[in-house]
């Protein structure tokens, strides 16, 4: 049976991928020697990193006084990485989730954390819109896409100070202006790549001015000064990122990607807002993530939940069950999930309501 990957991370990944990554485990790059075997400091490794930087600035439209550094540690290292290289006396927040929230408390080691506006209200089931970002801070960060309860910003932002992002779950979904950054980061294993990797991009000027001393490897300078070999980088999963980056290239960029994951979400929140049996979470469309689709049963339905996910399960669909704080479900469209899977999630919901 085929199967629909809806994992929220890791995730699916785009085939190419998949078939180049297990080429390259045989041979890379004509070495006679598997990526997994091979020095990072080989000059075919060393062409591998330098692309994968090259390709995603590219992509992104990534001004030239920024870098692309690739770093271990997941996304959740940034959340200490950033107040640590950043923030001197304090840093504002804006709290759309678990992980903006995770990334507040570590933020809080370092210095003063002024939230300018949370959403733990209604449990993260909306965007807060009203708040300015103050000017007397070192930073703003805050959460584009919310992977738990399924809430996107997609505006990026005009900020007085320096802006920060947890991109994790929709890089590359979409064309972003990059600068007005300052930084972004995020985990690959959502949207470029396996776990084990991720991105910092970053303009160098904003570095330097806390007074500090910061640990070698958590210091953005060094992975700078070395393209991200200062010590070993997981290697294999930088390569399956560049195989990646190499698909959206051919596809057409952000701009097709962008349609594409319209087209996507727009089908499957419709089917669900036209549904007897299911509701979406978020209730404002404008908040509403086209990566991460979150849904549960009407109150009058909620018995048919285990029901669904064996129906769903028999169809193929795996990694449809919603996140413990959330429940119901959630699907995760990511880039590299083809609209058919969406067609069959959705004619797997039709079916089952004719059924029951
Ligand atoms: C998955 C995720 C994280 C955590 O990433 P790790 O690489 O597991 O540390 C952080 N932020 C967001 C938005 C995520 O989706």
């Not at 899977?341 to 089952?352: G, H, P, R, T």
Request: include cysteine.
């Amino acid at each position: 049976m085929k199967k629909h990957n809806f994992y929220a991370g890791p995730s699916i990944l785009p085939q190419y991928t998949i078939d180049e990554s297990i080429a390259a485990m045989k041979d890379f790059a004509g070495t006679g020697l598997s990526i997994l075997e091979v020095s990072h400091r080989s000059k075919e490794f060393d062409a591998v990193m330098a692309e994968t930087e090259a390709l995603f600035k590219d992509l992104l439209n990534v001004p030239q006084e920024y870098r692309v550094i690739f770093v271990g540690g997941g996304a959740s290292t940034q959340f200490f990485t950033v107040p640590y290289n950043l923030l001197q006396t304090r840093a504002a927040y804006l709290n759309t989730g678990e992980w903006a929230t995770k990334a507040i408390e570590e933020a809080e080691i370092f210095g003063e954390v002024v939230v300018v506006a949370s959403s733990k209200n209604k449990n993260f089931t909306y965007i807060p819109r009203d708040f300015t970002i103050p000017t007397d801070v070192d930073y703003f960060h805050f959460t584009s896409n919310n992977t738990i309860y399924g809430t996107e910003i997609r505006e990026d932002f005009d900020s007085p100070v320096t802006l920060v992002s947890d991109m994790s779950s929709d890089i590359l979904s979409r064309p972003v202006d990059v600068s007005k950054y300052g930084l972004i980061y995020g985990g690959a294993q959502k949207n470029l790549g396996p776990a084990g990797v991720t991105f910092v991009i970053l303009k160098e000027s904003i570095l330097g001015k806390v007074e500090r001393r910061i640990p070698t490897m958590v210091d953005y300078r060094t992975h700078i000064k070395k393209n991200s070999l200062f010590n070993t980088p997981p290697v294999a999963a930088v390569y399956s990122c560049l195989m990646t980056l190499r698909w959206l290239k051919n596809l057409g960029g952000v701009e097709v990607m962008e349609k594409i994951n319209i087209a996507k979400s727009s089908l499957l929140y419709e089917t669900i807002e036209s549904s007897k049996f299911f509701r979406p979470t978020i209730p404002n469309p404008q908040d509403r993530s086209r990566m991460n689709v979150c849904f549960v049963l009407k109150d009058e339905y909620k018995d048919l939940e285990k029901p669904f996910l064996e129906f769903a399960s028999g169809r193929g669909m795996v990694g449809i069950k919603g996140h413990r704080s959330v429940g119901g479900f959630r699907a995760s469209l990511y880039n590299a999930l083809p609209l058919e899977s969406v067609q069959a999630l959705v004619d797997c919901m039709k079916e089952f309501e004719a059924a029951n």
